[in-house]
């Protein structure tokens, strides 16, 4: 999302208040499933988890990949093999092995020998956690020290038959209590891993290399099974890992009636974009999903994603976040988007996807899978894929959904020209594991950065990092389109800067609310700006003459106030009511914004259940957005901010959609800026 804090003039973009075919004849595949996938109608649903497939059937010869250190793994293979021969030999006897059979662990009842002295051995049966041992010796009685057996009293039989009866009554209740436990907080969506000794569609703990055991290759580490194949593979592209992934794919689906298949041509600049992004899920973001963050006391400052690792430490971190990423995108997400009349989504992640640095506390690369699965999902539905790499080492604006609020330490400061040379690395890794046949038609856009501030980083750097990131992308063989982002500096800024490279787009988010000046704008006013200043706006930009060229909106909203609960930062206040305190004179907006003479300005209105909302503001609302999405397709198209929050419904197709302020399908309006603006003079203008 876009800078809570940028002021910018109104003919300037306004930073946001979050701040062919599949595979080739000579292509080699990742893994043979085994049966073939058929292709899937835009429509068409399937419940069937990816197809399972050998490891042996890999393609270890493909030139482009590599194995996760292949050596290593050999020897600590050897080492264990060992390790265990040395433990056989000294063991006594060999220990019974353990079946998990829905949490509860059953002894197997093997078949032994019995020895010279007929003497059975010890049986253990552990139901629910309590442990019930059989008669030592024979049953019915006990062997005493010279052999003899002894029979035992009727007192010790009442006593047994006390403790049997007081089981029956007390495992179940526990059962009970635990089942319910379990089931709260196992999200509906996932298929998380089995016990200890289970297995994940036919694939056992037994099947994981030995070094590869507890890392996050392994798939009974993973909280989400759901859609991932299982089956354990080292094979890498740029050193990125391809788990979960399956050696088919199907490019026919199409998003709906009115655009081509992935597997066909989507004409840019002719057929408009209609997109939505998916925020706040692998970036995480306060304001879209602020449960995580209201438990925290203001003192503990914990603002961002980096304080909030920080505070709950690797383990708690990783739970949390993971159980994040399984339940907040899934994939009927992806079926509702296409339902809406999307033909594009936006997928933001961060560069912990991949790697993390020392000192951070981020939690690493979980969320790479969940981007994969991301983007079959979307291949599914027929949804072309805009990538967004949406933070990057060192922070590349200073907000909270860089991954760390405060300064921009990306090609600026100590470390900013290593942050540079980290970023462009990642490029090299993430452009190479693209790259790969499957992703040509269902990866469409292809996103250096989001959001730098070029209002404060040296804007020549900027561009020949952005160069070099551009060289870097198309030599490992990324044909798709490269988006790169407008800085702020402002669309006409932009003619003469990187014209003469092809297959670039311009991206510009676009926001009034972020500017204080557009803000107090009244509602018949923000609408006439959308259709022709933001109208104007984008002819003058996609024009070579006046322009950069190419340009579409990565981001906008409906919303006509800054009040979503920590839109401006946690704990932050509004430029609508005056309270936005930042501690920093500079960027502090303690007057109210609102329009002149509108009364007090308040924000409890604007924050209110849609269903309180008045018939006219509903219909303000409704064509306020109508009006943006006709002049962002004056050029490339555009990109919704954002598809789900929890409670900012202003900030959400879903639920702005259900509560019936934008339409149910993406070309369904009624509004298309040739007819009159009403006034709205009974609409008030203080919420």
């Known amino acids: 999302m876009t800078s809570p804090h940028k002021e910018r003039p109104t003919s300037q973009s306004k930073p946001k208040g979050r701040p062919h075919s599949g595979a080739t004849e000579n292509e080699k595949p990742l893994r043979r499933s085994k049966e073939k996938r058929k292709a899937r109608g835009p429509e068409k649903r399937s419940s069937k988890p990816i197809a399972k497939i050998k490891e042996s059937e890999y393609a270890p010869s493909q030139t482009s990949s590599n194995t996760l250190s292949a050596d290593s793994l050999a020897k600590l293979n050897a080492f264990n093999e060992k390790a265990s021969l040395d433990a056989k030999q000294k063991a006594p006897e060999p220990r019974q092995k353990e079946k998990v059979v829905t949490g509860r662990v059953i002894k197997e009842r093997g078949k032994h020998k019995r020895d010279e002295s007929t003497t059975r051995r010890k049986k253990k049966r552990v139901v629910s956690g309590a442990i ?12 005493s020290e010279n052999g003899e057996r002894k029979s035992i009293g009727k007192g010790f039989w009442i006593i047994i038959g006390l403790v049997v009866l007081l089981l029956i009554i007390l495992i179940p ?61 080292n094979i890498t592209f740029g050193g990125l ?18 655009v081509p298949a992935l597997n066909e041509t989507f004409i840019y600049g002719t057929m408009p974009i209609r997109g939505v992004n998916l925020g706040g899920w692998l970036s995480i973001e306060p304001f879209i999903t602020p449960s995580m963050f209201n438990s925290y006391s203001g003192d503990l400052d914990i603002v961002d994603e980096y304080t909030l690792t920080q505070h709950l430490g690797p383990s708690a971190a990783a739970q949390t976040i993971e159980k994040h990423y399984s339940t907040f995108i899934n994939e009927q997400t992806f079926a509702d988007v296409q339902t809406a009349g999307f033909d594009h989504v936006r997928i933001p992640f961060s560069y912990w996807a991949i790697t ?12 790479w899978r969940y981007l994969l699965r991301g983007i079959e999902y979307a291949r599914k539905y027929g949804l072309r894929v805009n990538l967004d790499l949406h933070a990057v080492p060192g922070s590349q604006n200073g907000w909270n ?48 950065v989001n959001e730098p501030k070029m209002t404060v980083l040296p804007v020549d750097q900027v561009l020949t990092w952005t160069t070099s990131a551009i060289d870097i992308v198309r030599k490992n063989g ?78 906008w909203s409906q919303a006509d106030t800054d009040c979503a609960v920590y839109l401006n930062n946690v704990n932050v206040g509004s430029r609508w009511t005056g309270t936005m305190n930042l501690n920093d004179p500079t960027r502090n907006v303690l007057t109210p914004s609102c329009p002149p003479n509108a009364g007090n300005c308040e924000c409890t209105d604007a924050n209110a259940d849609p269903s309180r909302y008045s018939d006219t ?57 040739t007819q009159t603006v009403p006034s709205f003079s009974g609409l008030p203008q203080n919420y």
């Open 478 to 555: 990324i044909q798709q389109t490269i988006a790169f982002g407008d800085g702020f500096l402002g669309l006409p800024n932009w003619k003469g800067k990187l014209q003469g490279i092809n297959g670039l787009v311009m991206d510009a988010h676009q926001y009034v609310i972020f500017n204080v000046d557009q803000i107090a704008f009244s509602h018949q006013t923000k609408i006439n700006f959308a259709c022709s200043g933001w109208t104007a706006q984008m002819k003058q930009s996609i024009n070579v003459a006046t322009g950069f060229g190419p340009t579409m909106c990565g981001e």
């Open 356 to 367: 993390t640095y020392t000192g951070d506390p981020y939690v690493p690369k979980i969320s």
């Open 173 to 233: 209740v526990g059962v009970l209590v635990i089942g319910k436990h379990s089931n709260s907080s196992t999200p509906a969506t996932s298929s998380g891993p089995p016990p200890n000794g289970g297995s994940i569609n036919g694939v056992t703990e037994g099947d994981i290399p030995t070094a590869a055991k507890g890392s996050y290759l392994d798939p009974f580490t993973w909280l989400d099974t759901t859609d991932f194949n299982v089956t354990y593979t």
């Open 401 to 448: 959904h860089s991954g760390r609020q405060g300064m921009v330490g990306w090609l600026n400061g100590t470390d900013g020209a290593l942050n540079g040379q980290r970023s462009l690395d990642l490029h090299n890794q993430l452009s190479t594991f693209f790259a790969q046949p499957r992703y040509k038609n269902v990866i469409a856009i292809y996103g250096l």
């Open 241 to 258: 890992p391809v788990m979960g992934l399956n050696s088919t794919w199907d490019d026919t689906a199409k998003a709906n009636q009115y």
């Open 617 to 673: 503001y509903k219909q303000w609302l409704l064509m306020n957005a109508e009006a943006q999405m006709t002049s962002f397709e004056i050029g490339w198209g555009w990109f919704y901010w954002t598809w789900v929050t929890e409670t900012s419904v202003q900030w959400s197709w879903k639920l702005g959609m259900q509560a019936g302020i934008l339409p149910t399908k993406t070309w369904n309006r009624d509004f298309n800026c």
């Open 132 to 143: 019930l041992e059989e008669g030592r010796g024979r049953r019915g009685g006990y062997m």
